[in-house]
């Protein structure tokens, strides 16, 4: 299994259109066969501060995830309106 921890630090005044994107591509990602989990968490101490958690079947799903037209399409939106932290992990 292949987890992605995915840090955003979204733009003042940004988040509405932050949440709504990820909330596009989220939907359209836990349709894929090889999504295990896709959840987006707030941190507490910060209002700006999102983490998105993915969980993939192996890094075939994936690499046909980061190629998807909802990927390519939304992932350069939500880029403009945060800055992002991607952290790759394989379970052991």
Same mark, same amino acid.
């Given at each position: 299994?292949?987890?992605?921890?995915?840090?955003?630090?979204?733009?003042s $005044?940004k988040e509405?259109?932050?949440?709504k994107?990820? @909330?596009?591509? $989220?939907?359209?990602?836990?349709a894929?066969? $090889?999504?295990?989990?896709?959840v987006?968490?707030?941190?507490?101490?910060n209002e700006?501060?999102?983490?998105l958690?993915e969980k993939?079947? @192996?890094?075939?799903?994936v @690499?046909?995830h980061?190629?998807? *037209?909802?990927f390519? $399409?939304?992932? *350069?939106q939500i880029v403009e309106?945060?800055?992002?932290? +991607?952290d790759?992990?394989?379970? +052991?």
């Amino acid at each position: 299994m292949i987890s992605i921890v995915a840090k955003f630090t979204v733009k003042s $005044g940004k988040e509405t259109e932050f949440l709504k994107l990820i @909330d596009e591509l $989220g939907k359209a990602s836990r349709a894929e066969a $090889g999504c295990i989990e896709y959840v987006l968490h707030k941190a507490l101490n910060n209002e700006t501060v999102y983490c998105l958690i993915e969980k993939w079947k @192996d890094q075939e799903a994936v @690499d046909f995830h980061n190629n998807t *037209p909802h990927f390519t $399409g939304i992932v *350069p939106q939500i880029v403009e309106l945060a800055a992002a932290e +991607i952290d790759v992990y394989q379970t +052991i």
